[in-house]
């Protein structure tokens, strides 16, 4: 990693809005969990709310936000393998695909 990427600072604010929405996807699942889980309802009734919660609250777009609100302050230049930093360290997530793939 660059020596200018070890350390990134972001405002106050950008911060509260980076928070905000990981405390409202994270609490309001959590709640969700525990109303499915904690009662008789069927685990159906759990996959559709969770789905319905992310697609009328947009979290997908929110996600992207805080992603571009985190990442903006990194160097993305270019190293020896032809990769930011940022770059580099997203290649070794595990994304979600296709059962089957």
């Known amino acids: 990693m660059q020596r200018e990427n070890e350390e990134i600072t972001i405002s106050g604010k950008e911060l509260v809005e980076v928070l905000t929405v990981v405390n409202f996807s994270l609490i309001s699942m ?42 903006k302050n990194f160097n993305n230049d270019i190293g020896d393998d032809d990769m930011g930093d940022l770059e580099r360290e997203m290649e070794k997530i595990k994304y979600w695909e296709k059962p089957g793939d």
């Open 30 to 71: 959590r709640n969700i969990a525990r109303y499915y889980y904690d009662s008789e309802v069927n685990r159906e009734g759990y996959e559709k709310e969770i789905a319905s919660f992310i697609d009328h609250n947009q979290l997908v777009e929110q996600l992207a936000n805080v992603r571009k609100i985190l990442s």
